[in-house]
């Protein structure tokens, strides 16, 4: 019979390793901020890439969550254009 693996998130079952999933964790977070952000201010696609300095394609991936597609820098650049802050929180594990 084999053993089920059970992982304390899907970010650590997807990645290769603990840094992996941390990085991965914290561009889904900030897709999630940032399409929220967008959302409450009703903006169309193509509005908020206006607003974020880059085109609606771009904006429809982060909107689609396509995390792969997305470094950090790029979402910390993204969410200032909005306006936005943008902090990290470390706690021990």
Not at 26 to 35: D, F, G, N, T, Y
Not at 44 to 49: L, S, W, Y
Not at 56 to 82: E, H, K, M, W, Y
Request: charged fraction near 25%; charge should be positive.
């Amino acid at each position: 019979m084999k053993k089920t693996e059970s992982y304390a998130s899907v970010w650590d079952a997807i990645a290769d390793t603990p840094e992996q999933a941390a990085n991965l964790r914290s561009r889904a977070e900030l897709m999630q901020k940032i399409a929220a952000h967008v959302e409450k201010h009703g903006w169309t696609q193509a509005e908020a890439a206006g607003h974020c300095g880059v085109t609606q394609p771009r904006i429809n991936d982060l909107l689609r969550g396509r995390v792969s597609r997305f470094s950090l820098d790029a979402l910390v650049n993204i969410a200032t254009a909005l306006g936005c802050r943008v902090r990290f929180d470390l706690e021990a594990a």
